[in-house]
């Protein structure tokens, strides 16, 4: 397993932006993954490690 296949849930408090695997400061790219109990769950991906994280955000995306 690399690192870019787990996801790590992170509980946000004030502010996230410091991936937690390499410490890169820079913030994060977002991503979309489908999940059984909701629509599509968006994850954070670290740019520099490609460290997943979820951070609890679900969306409705529009049907085509
Ligand atoms: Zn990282």
Redesign the pocket.
């Known amino acids: 397993m690399t ?1 870019s296949d787990s996801v790590q849930k992170i509980t946000v408090a004030d502010e996230f932006k410091v ?6 400061d820079m913030g994060f790219h977002v991503s979309f993954q489908k999940d059984i109990d909701v629509p599509v769950r968006l994850l954070l991906i ?6 997943r994280f979820d951070v609890g955000w679900t969306a409705n995306l529009p049907k085509n």
Request: aromatic share 8%; glycine share 16%; proline share 8%.
């Open positions: 690192t991936c937690t695997v390499c410490g890169y670290c740019p520099d490690c490609g460290a």
